[in-house]
């Protein structure tokens, strides 16, 4: 698996991480590396494989579609890096 | 003796008896931590007032007597990736910084209600992203065997505070063998259990479909006692598993006889070090000595396993992660725009592994390479928990190594990635197939170092895991020995 500087800033955007030029270089090694060792799984034949979803087979985990509020909104808030009253403050979206 | 050394069913049967009191246990805790933590760096923060006033309320209850519950007054360690509330979470990252948890994880809920005392949270790997507790954004821990070595990871920081006796017992989670691997690393015991069996609620995510909450003790009484108390349903964590929780103190009968064991060929491959595989060998000739069958098998796709977690295991936190946005909680850059600001925020925030591991399980989920990765991975997944399905018809336990090496140095791997994550190849299987397993020592190497044998079992058969445990660790001493410091 080759792959290019550009697919890796186009990940990176995808992830929204911004990469330093160093960054993008070392992490287009690595994971170049790391997705050739990936490559064994083609030796195998997985066809007619159903893919794994649980270990333990498992039922829909219903509850009571009951309105529950978090007691403490001053502590929910109280880790918010910008607030007002009780609200979140988050950088502008629209022009 | 400091008190401090106890395990925990000795310190509660003092604590029961008035010979120590709680507020005794857990000021003797704290001066272990103040001798020894400026060379182990276990732990990220200390809670010596809370404690202490845990311990005074302990104290009380132990003294009405009625029900106390084996935890009651015992000072326990908790990594840094559950939540506490009001107590400084970070998950070792500089994204959570000072983030203060508004509520409990349930496994926290768990031991408060039993009357635990908790001495603070542990240092581990970034986001429980590691095997040596050097991604920590803070500081790396040492191994209390030898200062130069890796406690192993990600929960290093719960494993070495037990082998210190900074503390009676810690929690940690195990995603692909975070548990296991430092608990034979620092020759502590250490217990993941079945996918389910312990409520997630409150752990921070990591990967979802295998992170799960384990005791790290220093026998496997002890681990029984701490999984009696965390086991059980909880409807605020979807999947974990509404079934009875077994008294599994009860299950330690000290007998073997007729168990089938399964030693899997494919785990003594080369790259396993020869002492390594001695002592294992070693401990599974001890056990057929004590009654228990012992038959080879195969695990015939175990070579898969380690490609296969690193693609389901990215992809989930690659998933997981996003939320760290800096709008709601954690840390917030100032960009010129929303795009920026989430872009900057994640850059300053997340150590180079987690910046790796959202990379890479990013590219897997991407459009166009799905199929190839995370739903081939998944495929492959199957046919690992298959072999384990067909091993388990002929046995009632797997025995293997927990690691192929014992603990590395510290700066060995860290340059190195897939160096890194080879070293998880004997714990991953386990997760991927969402069963229980245990990592206890069974032996030393030439440096002195543990290491740590691993058993397998069926899901929700803990029991079965911890009396084999127990069988071996009444017929050898290696959990009595201590790391001088």
């Known amino acids: ?95 | 003796m400091n008190p401090a050394a106890l395990t925990l069913h000795d310190a509660g049967e003092k604590l029961r008896k008035q010979e120590l009191s709680s507020q005794e246990l857990t000021l003797a805790a704290f001066q272990r931590i103040s001798e020894t933590d400026d060379k182990i760096h276990a732990y990220i923060t200390l809670c010596r007032d809370v404690a202490l006033e845990q311990a005074k309320q302990a104290d009380e209850r132990l003294k009405r007597g009625g029900n106390t519950p084996p935890l009651l007054g015992v000072p326990i360690a908790v990594k840094d990736n559950f939540l506490t509330r009001g107590m400084r979470t970070t998950c070792a990252s500089n994204i959570l910084g000072n983030f203060i948890p508004p509520y409990d994880a349930t496994a926290i809920k768990r031991i408060r209600a039993a009357g635990a005392v908790i001495t603070g949270k542990t240092n581990l790997d970034e986001f429980a992203m590691g095997s040596s507790t050097e991604n920590s954004a803070f500081f790396p821990t040492s191994n209390p065997w030898d200062r130069a070595r890796v406690p192993g990871g990600s929960s290093g920081g719960s494993a070495a505070a037990v082998a210190a006796d900074q503390c009676i017992a810690a929690l940690g989670t195990d995603t692909g063998g975070s548990i296991r691997q430092p608990a034979a690393f620092c020759g502590v015991v250490g217990l993941k259990p079945t996918y389910g069996r312990v409520s997630r609620y409150g752990i921070i995510a990591f990967a979802s479909s295998m992170d799960q909450v384990g005791p790290l003790t220093k026998d496997v009484r002890d681990c029984a006692l701490m999984l009696e108390t965390i086991a059980g349903h909880d409807p605020a964590d979807s999947t974990s598993a509404d079934r009875p929780v077994p008294l599994y103190s009860e299950a330690l009968t000290g007998d073997v006889k007729g168990l089938r064991l399964g030693v899997p060929k494919e785990y003594f491959i080369t790259g396993i070090a020869p002492e390594v595989e001695q002592a294992v060998r070693d401990a599974i000739r001890l056990l057929e000595k004590n009654g228990a069958v012992v038959e080879e098998i195969s695990l015939p796709h175990t070579e898969y396993a380690v490609a296969v977690y690193y693609i389901v295991a990215t992809a989930e936190a690659s998933s997981n992660l996003a939320r760290y946005d800096g709008m709601r909680f954690g840390h917030r850059a100032g960009g010129k725009d929303l795009l920026e600001t989430y872009m900057l925020s994640r850059e300053e925030g997340f150590g180079p592994e987690v910046k790796r591991r959202i990379m890479l399980g990013t590219y897997a989920l991407s459009a166009g390479y799905y199929d190839a990765y995370y739903l081939k991975a998944q495929r492959v997944r199957m046919l690992i928990k298959r072999d384990f399905d067909a091993a388990f018809q002929r046995c009632d336990a797997i025995l293997t190594p927990t690691a192929p090496t014992t603990a590395f140095k510290i700066g060995e791997k860290i340059a190195d990635p897939l160096q890194m994550y080879l070293s998880d190849i004997y714990t991953i299987s386990v997760n991927l197939a969402g069963l229980p397993a245990l990592s206890l020592p069974c032996g030393f190497d030439g440096d002195g170092m543990p290491i740590g044998l691993q058993i397998i079992g069926k899901h929700f058969d803990e029991a079965t895991v911890l009396r084999l445990a127990h069988a071996y660790e009444q017929a050898t001493e290696w959990h009595k020995k201590k790391p001088d410091i």
């Open chain 1, 1 to 95: 698996m080759k792959l290019t500087r550009e697919e890796v800033r186009q990940v990176a955007t995808l992830a929204r991480l911004r990469l330093t030029p160093d960054e993008e270089e070392r992490l287009t090694g690595q994971l170049e590396n790391i997705l050739q060792y990936m490559e064994k799984l083609d030796q195998l034949d997985i066809s007619g494989v159903k893919p794994f979803t649980h270990a333990v087979d498992v039922v829909n985990a219903f509850r009571e579609d009951k309105v529950t509020n978090h007691p403490n909104a001053e502590a929910l808030l109280a880790n918010a890096p910008d607030k007002n009253h009780t609200f979140f403050r988050v950088p502008k979206i629209i022009e």
